[in-house]
Structure formats: structure tokens, C-alpha cells
């Protein structure tokens, strides 16, 4: 079902719990065994969907299946379908492969059902809320050099800057494929263009998404969609049309499906490309290259204290990414805030004991920091708690990550999910 590259240890078998907010549980692995479990995390972040891309996936899914016994047209009845909380994926670890052979969803993390399953793809046609489109961000017109820069009109949101970047690479090809796209939209024989030019509207994900009309790519909860004409110039001054972008778009090579899986046949491929999975052909760009990059997994340790102090070490981060992270992680567990931090940390109050905690230790994606920063606050992964600022907790991790270091010496002494104690050395 999926070909995932990475580098774990062979024979693994796993079962993981994904809430939808992102967390990750891991079970049936090696105990102590962090490398697997690194390597499945890795994974399963590059091809799993969470928060907006659940929903919308799910109620895609819901909807072909057909389950509803009525048809439905509007954003109200799209959001009154309920969507699981709770994933199940049972699979492999085998050499260089990912293999999930079992995927179950869940409202409460105790009674598990199998994903809805296609009955008819042409379910799309009855239900009209396929058509509401999302919400549009903006228009940009991009001059693509063949040389490789990029020129980018107004200027996207600084934190989709670089992925639009590189969608305009996957559109317009780069290298070899800079003469292969220009010859598959309809243009020139023997031309090789000295620079392209295409217009896309940038959308917010759509509630549901269209098997028939795909955006060209979807990625990070956007939508990436060409608008004609396209254009090329051999000297970068005299422009002409492409003739045959309608027949020739090249394929996404993003997550979620964006390649028009959906309308396969066969109903394992159709639920492999709606779940982010990949059925096809090995192939460095398609459809995880860019994510691959990103998740790397090396992390960084946070102490995150109640009064909104922050540490960590000072050779880890440059301070042009201090100020981005600093907000992100106080956003997102309330320090500063009593009240807040007190509800964000109540769940990791070891058992038996009581008390707001005084610090948390939390993992950071350091890839994310530069590569998609809007997407910090779905990494965190709390390792240790103290609730006298002294004695530290080890908690049984969402994530199990390593962050390639040892800076605090305080986190040498693995636990069992009890979450025994350890003393600081500070």
C-alpha cells in the first residue's frame, strides 16, 4: 500500500493511536526501541492529514461511501457530519518500508470502526457541497527563470513563501524537466524557454475534496490552483501562450490526494490516495519529497516555565528564529497565562499527584522552524514535568523523538509509563 523512504530497523510491528489534533500515541513497538519509533513518527507525520485536512478528508470519505441518505449541498451540512477524534494504524516497519495494513477511526479511543468504504465514486454528482471552493487567500503571478530564480507578485505570506516556491518548481519542472513541462503543455518543439510564466490562486482547504477537480496540489492546508494562460518567453521579453495546459497539467506531487487518485477503479487505491498514502511507483518527488525534507526529526529541547520564561540551548537556535518560536510555543500552552497554563497542563500531572505544573520539557521540530513554521504548535512534544520546579517527571511520550543531544543531562534515565521521578542536577 505505501512506499515511504527512510532509514529504520527492519521487522518492526506497530500500532499507532492518532488524535486529530495531531498527537501520537505509540504502542506494540520494542520497548526502549526510540530509533523504530522515530522512524514511524517520521512517517506517518509526512503522510497523515490533522485538524482541517482530517476533517475534510473524512467527510470526503463519509460522503463516497454513501452514507448519507440525503444529499448535501451547503458548509452547514458538510460541518454537521461527525468526524472521529481517533485514528488506529496497524502496520509494518520492514527494511525501508512503511506498510499499513489496518486503518480504524474512533469518537471516544475505545470503540474503533473501519474508515467509511467507497460504494460508488459517482457519489460526488449527488452531493453539491463538492463544488464550495476554499477560502481564497490571493492571487499570484510567478516568473520562473530557467536558471531557477523566482519572482513572486505581491508577495505570498511570508510562511507559505517557500512552499510556494517549490510548487512552482513541481508546475513548471526544473532541470530535466524543464524542457519535458514545456513540451506537455503544447509548447514549441525544440524551444527550450528562457523563463515561464503562470498565475495561482491560493486557497484555504475545501470542506470536502472533489475527486473530479483537484487542485493542482495540496500541501500544509493549502490549495495551489493554476489560472490560464500560461505562458512562456525564449528570451524573456516576448511572451507566448501554452495551447494544452487543459490535457497536459503535470501530476501533484503532494499529500492528501491532490493528484486525482480518487477516480482509480479499484477501491484500495482510491482509499490509499484519500488518506494521504501513496499506491503507486517509487519516485523520489512523488508524493512525500518535499515533506521528507522537512521532517527530519532532528528536535530541539524547550523548558517551557509557567511565568512564560523560556530556555534552551542558546547554540541550538539562531535569534532570528527566537521570536517566531518564543510566540508559537506561549500561544500554545498558556505559560504566562495562570489560568491558561493551568487547563493546557492539567493532563500532565503525573498520576497520583496534584498540582499546576511549574515547567514543562517539550520537543521541537527544528526543520519546521524555517520550513513551515505556521505548523509549531502541531509538533510540540512534552518529555518531563515538574510540578515543584526541582523534581522533574518523564512522561510516557505522544512523540517519541530524540533530539541528537544531551544538553540538559537531566532526561538520561528512561521511564515506564508511570513516569518515574527523577532529580534535576540544576
Not at 506497530?14 to 488524535?19: A, K
Not at 524557454?193 to 486557497?203: C, G, L, N, W
Request: proline content about 8%; hydrophobic content about 35%.
Amino acid at each position: 500500500m505505501t512506499n515511504i523512504h527512510f532509514q529504520p530497523p527492519p521487522g518492526i510491528r506497530f500500532e499507532i493511536r492518532l488524535e486529530s489534533d495531531g498527537h501520537l500515541h505509540i504502542s506494540s513497538l520494542v520497548p526502549g526501541d526510540e530509533q523504530a519509533a522515530q522512524a514511524v513518527v517520521n512517517a506517518l507525520v509526512q503522510t497523515q492529514p490533522f485538524a482541517d485536512a482530517w476533517d475534510s478528508e473524512y467527510c470526503t470519505a463519509y460522503l463516497l461511501s454513501g452514507a448519507a441518505t440525503e444529499p448535501v449541498t451547503t458548509l452547514e451540512q458538510v460541518r454537521a457530519i461527525t468526524v472521529p477524534h481517533w485514528r488506529r494504524l496497524r502496520g509494518d516497519l520492514t527494511g525501508d518500508q512503511l506498510r499499513l495494513d489496518r486503518l480504524e477511526v474512533s469518537d471516544d479511543g475505545e470503540q474503533w470502526r473501519p474508515v467509511p468504504e467507497f460504494s460508488d465514486l459517482h457519489e460526488e454528482n449527488r452531493h453539491h457541497a463538492f463544488v464550495l471552493p476554499g477560502e481564497t487567500i490571493g492571487r499570484f503571478v510567478t516568473l520562473h527563470w530557467r536558471e531557477g530564480r523566482i519572482d513572486i507578485e505581491p508577495d505570498p505570506p511570508e510562511d507559505l513563501l517557500e512552499l510556494t516556491e517549490h510548487v512552482v518548481q513541481l508546475f513548471n519542472g526544473a532541470g530535466d524537466d524543464w524542457k519535458t513541462r514545456h513540451e506537455q503543455f503544447g509548447g514549441d518543439a525544440g524551444v527550450l524557454p528562457e523563463a515561464k510564466r503562470v498565475s495561482f490562486e491560493m486557497r484555504k482547504l475545501a470542506p470536502l475534496f472533489s475527486p473530479s477537480e483537484p487542485p493542482f496540489i495540496r500541501q500544509f492546508g493549502v490549495e495551489f490552483w493554476p489560472l490560464a494562460p500560461l505562458e512562456y518567453s525564449r528570451d524573456g521579453k516576448k511572451w507566448s501562450k501554452y495551447q494544452a495546459v487543459e490535457i497536459a497539467l503535470p501530476p501533484a506531487s503532494g499529500d492528501l490526494a491532490a493528484s486525482g487518485e480518487l477516480t482509480a477503479p479499484d477501491q484500495q487505491a482510491a482509499l490509499a490516495a484519500l488518506f494521504g498514502q501513496d499506491s503507486g511507483e517509487d519516485d523520489d518527488e512523488a508524493p512525500f519529497g518535499l515533506l521528507s525534507q522537512l521532517f527530519d526529526m532532528q528536535t530541539l529541547t524547550v523548558t517551557v516555565h509557567a511565568d512564560g520564561t523560556l530556555d534552551w540551548p542558546e547554540s541550538e537556535l539562531p535569534e532570528a528564529q527566537a521570536g517566531a518560536l518564543r510566540q508559537s510555543i506561549l500561544a500554545a500552552t498558556g505559560a504566562g497565562q495562570p489560568e491558561v497554563w493551568a487547563a493546557h497542563t492539567a493532563e500532565l500531572v503525573p498520576e497520583g499527584q496534584s498540582g499546576t505544573p511549574r515547567a514543562v520539557r517539550m520537543q521541537v521540530m527544528k526543520a519546521l522552524l524555517d520550513a513551515a513554521p505556521g505548523m509549531l504548535d502541531q509538533s510540540y512534544a512534552p518529555s518531563a514535568v515538574t510540578l515543584d520546579g526541582e523534581t522533574w517527571h518523564n512522561l510516557a511520550p505522544d512523540f517519541l523523538l530524540d533530539d541528537g543531544s544531551d544538553d540538559d543531562g537531566a532526561d538520561d534515565d528512561r521511564t515506564d509509563d508511570h513516569g518515574a521521578e527523577e532529580k534535576d542536577d540544576e
